[in-house]
């Protein structure tokens, strides 16, 4: 047996069943590709079942509330997904009359769908003769051919692309899927592979040259931005203040009031001249992919609404409002405090 036969053998006796892979709906298939981006799958079931439990198909997405949407998505961070997913079924129910785009580039056309996606989803569900090329994949692919190549840079994703297109199988979905599990499970990142457990031990180049933990070239990642916030925990009477988050990172989802920057308590006095009480918060620092947060906080007690924010219980917070995982130790800590 080639390469492509044995890791078509191995993906068909040992591919986990998960979900999403009881059928080859495209529905499913695209929830579960675009929460896989950026998390892990053992996180990803659960938010998929309950996603799929309250949305199960693409005229109950394109309908659903954006608030009552990003609540769905808390937890699994980079919220302009699930816009982007919204919008894309809005697209398929106004341009395909609800059914989900037959071809490579009527599913690139959608909103959020990268050529990976659209890869995936045409492979799986419609088994055209598309690669789905993500770093998973890359990495294997380098390492099988001994390729010594910078996996960072796109050229090298078009010329790996070109070339697993050109020795792609009929079932290119279970090839693309095969690849991308082999990657998750066996010929894992960081110098680490499984060889021992490898359907292509035998064909590896890299292994056999004894160079897999060199493979692919490590390119040292750019220093994350960082950038300091103080968030205000605003209390009057039993509520407690949120505001839309008007630009930037994590724009137009909710968050507790903050300014760039520590503030000191001289600062706090200034802006609130007339506080019942103040004292100083938890810290913590939360890091987004390119950047990294370093946040302080200030327990703030008032004794009227302020109108330029919402005010709303802990349990409202907790139960209507979807707050990005950076706010998430405040929350906790403000339920601790009230309820000691
Ligand atoms: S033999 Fe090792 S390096 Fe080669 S593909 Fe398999 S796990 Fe990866």
């Given at each position: 047996?080639?390469?492509?036969?044995?890791?078509?053998?191995?993906?068909?006796?040992?591919?986990?069943?998960?979900?999403?892979?009881?059928?080859?709906?495209?529905?499913?298939?695209?929830?579960?590709?675009?929460?896989?981006?950026?998390?892990?799958?053992?996180?990803?079931?659960?938010?998929?079942?309950?996603?799929?439990?309250?949305?199960?198909?693409?005229?109950?997405?394109?309908?659903?509330?954006?608030?009552?949407?990003?609540?769905?998505?808390?937890?699994?961070?980079?919220?302009?997904?699930?816009?982007?997913?919204?919008?894309?079924?809005?697209?398929?129910?106004?341009?395909?009359?609800?059914?989900?785009?037959?071809?490579?580039?009527?599913?690139?056309?959608?909103?959020?769908?990268?050529?990976?996606?659209?890869?995936?989803?045409?492979?799986?569900?419609?088994?055209?003769?598309?690669?789905?090329?993500?770093?998973?994949?890359?990495?294997?692919?380098?390492?099988?051919?001994?390729?010594?190549?910078?996996?960072?840079?796109?050229?090298?994703?078009?010329?790996?692309?070109?070339?697993?297109?050109?020795?792609?199988?009929?079932?290119?979905?279970?090839?693309?899927?095969?690849?991308?599990?082999?990657?998750?499970?066996?010929?894992?990142?960081?110098?680490?592979?499984?060889?021992?457990?490898?359907?292509?031990?035998?064909?590896?180049?890299?292994?056999?040259?004894?160079?897999?933990?060199?493979?692919?070239?490590?390119?040292?990642?750019?220093?994350?931005?960082?950038?300091?916030?103080?968030?205000?925990?605003?209390?009057?009477?039993?509520?407690?203040?949120?505001?839309?988050?008007?630009?930037?990172?994590?724009?137009?989802?909710?968050?507790?009031?903050?300014?760039?920057?520590?503030?000191?308590?001289?600062?706090?006095?200034?802006?609130?001249?007339?506080?019942?009480?103040?004292?100083?918060?938890?810290?913590?620092?939360?890091?987004?992919?390119?950047?990294?947060?370093?946040?302080?906080?200030?327990?703030?007690?008032?004794?009227?609404?302020?109108?330029s924010y919402l005010w709303v219980t802990l349990e409202e917070i907790e139960n209507d409002y979807a707050l990005p995982s950076a706010f998430t130790p405040f929350l906790e800590e403000l339920k601790k405090n009230i309820?000691?």
């Open positions: 047996m080639n390469c492509v036969e044995l890791i078509l053998k191995w993906y068909c006796d040992n591919k986990r069943m998960l979900p999403w892979r009881m059928d080859h709906d495209p529905y499913h298939v695209w929830i579960s590709e675009i929460m896989l981006q950026q998390t892990r799958i053992e996180a990803v079931i659960d938010y998929y079942q309950r996603f799929m439990k309250r949305l199960p198909n693409i005229k109950a997405l394109s309908i659903i509330s954006e608030d009552e949407l990003l609540k769905l998505w808390e937890g699994l961070g980079y919220y302009s997904r699930a816009r982007n997913l919204k919008k894309a079924a809005i697209k398929i129910m106004e341009d395909y009359d609800g059914e989900f785009p037959h071809t490579y580039s009527d599913i690139l056309s959608l909103p959020g769908i990268g050529e990976y996606t659209a890869g995936a989803i045409s492979s799986i569900c419609f088994h055209l003769p598309e690669v789905a090329i993500d770093g998973n994949v890359m990495r294997v692919y380098s390492r099988i051919c001994d390729l010594d190549l910078d996996i960072s840079n796109p050229k090298t994703k078009k010329q790996i692309g070109n070339e697993i297109r050109s020795i792609l199988p009929e079932n290119s979905g279970d090839f693309n899927q095969g690849m991308m599990e082999l990657g998750e499970v066996i010929c894992i990142p960081n110098g680490n592979p499984k060889c021992d457990l490898c359907p292509v031990k035998y064909h590896c180049k890299a292994h056999l040259n004894g160079r897999e933990s060199l493979i692919p070239r490590k390119i040292k990642s750019k220093e994350k931005l960082e950038e300091e916030y103080t968030l205000l925990l605003l209390k009057c009477n039993h509520k407690f203040a949120i505001c839309k988050r008007k630009e930037g990172l994590l724009k137009n989802m909710w968050e507790f009031p903050n300014y760039q920057g520590f503030l000191t308590y001289e600062d706090i006095h200034r802006l609130f001249p007339d506080l019942l009480s103040v004292k100083l918060g938890i810290t913590n620092t939360h890091i987004f992919t390119h950047k990294k947060w370093f946040m302080n906080s200030y327990y703030i007690e008032l004794d009227h609404y302020i109108d309820h000691n």
